[in-house]
């Protein structure tokens, strides 16, 4: 008669050593949870050197181009000019020279410095102005008939319509400028925030009415923050409408400023100097946009996101 056999405990047995310790987690902190942490920053950092590079190497196609068109005599230098003479006139522009301090008294960077005042001032009372007017249009609906092909109206008019009109009434001083940006930017605010504001969810208008909101807690607590995104979208848009306006609204009485400095190379022929002013706006431009993406980011994180 063979001996009781003792139970053993799950887990035990003669092929499993007592103090074995568990394997370290692969999920956790250490040296392969940091690496792949720091891929998608790899990641990120590679595919911005490679568009960088990219960009590099059209802007060099780009100028090569220019330069072999000049050389080759396409056209008569004086329409257009060279790489090197644009250059030229840049630093001239951006340089006290011979006594003279750049271009009409005033350096490159003045004259662009003042053009984005009166753009920031146009533009700043084009969104007072036109999210107000936008939420009218997106929720009152006799107010939308009304004002609605108003907005319509301005948002189809060039600037040099409305300009001859503005300096009679304003005068050849910063008013007419500014009222041009003003008219130039507001309706790309206003049709954009209508348009966001009638695009709310109804769920979310519903739960709000069913929690005891009234219109105005409504539209400052529901409306107002879910068409954010869209308004930041509009306000991007106006202000790339006032830049392009900015030229138009300098014609009169605008050095200093970048367009009035375009407009007065432009009666002398100097086309080095117009399209290096061209050139300013241009990355002035890029670098106000950057900007306006960024406080977007930090405006509405939730933007995209379910």
């Known amino acids: 008669m063979s001996a009781p056999t003792t139970p053993t405990a799950p887990g035990a047995g003669p092929d499993r050593l007592p ?7 692969r999920t956790g902190t250490g040296p392969v949870a940091g690496a792949r942490a720091d891929s998608p920053r790899r990641d990120r950092l590679r595919e911005a050197f490679r568009w960088g590079g990219l960009r590099l190497v059209a802007l060099a196609v780009l100028l090569g181009a220019w330069q072999a068109a000049v050389s080759a005599e396409v056209w008569p230098r004086v329409l257009v000019p060279s790489p090197g003479d644009v250059w030229r006139q840049f630093v001239l522009a951006s340089t006290v020279h011979d006594g003279v301090r750049g271009y009409g ?23 007072l102005a ?14 939308a008939v009304v004002l609605e092909p108003a907005v319509t109206f ?15 009434w304003f005068g050849i001083d910063e008013a007419p400028k500014i009222w041009l940006l003003v008219i130039a930017a507001l309706p790309p605010i206003a049709a954009a925030t209508a348009a966001a504001v009638r695009t709310v969810p109804g769920r979310l208008v519903e739960a709000a009415r069913a929690l005891g909101s009234g ?9 107002l923050p879910s068409a954010l995104p869209e308004i930041l979208t509009g306000v991007r848009i106006a202000v790339g409408v006032a830049y392009t306006s900015v030229v138009a609204a300098e014609t009169i009485n605008g050095v200093p400023g970048i367009g009035g400095m375009i407009r007065d190379a432009q009666r002398y022929n100097q086309t080095a100097l117009v399209i290096a002013g061209i050139l300013a706006i241009g990355l002035s431009g890029i670098v106000l946009d950057a900007l306006l993406r960024l406080v977007e980011r930090i405006a509405v994180p939730w933007r995209g996101r379910a």
């Open 19 to 25: 103090h074995t310790a568990p394997e370290p987690s």
């Open 105 to 127: 008294g005033h350096l490159l960077i003045e004259h662009l410095g003042v053009s984005l005042g009166r753009i920031g001032t146009g533009s700043a009372y084009a969104v």
């Open 215 to 223: 219109p105005t807690a409504l539209l400052l607590s529901v409306r």
């Open 130 to 143: 036109g999210v107000p007017l936008g939420l009218l249009i997106g929720t009152v609906r006799p107010l």
């Open 154 to 168: 301005l948002r189809t008019l060039p600037p040099l319509a409305y300009l001859s009109l503005l300096v009679i």
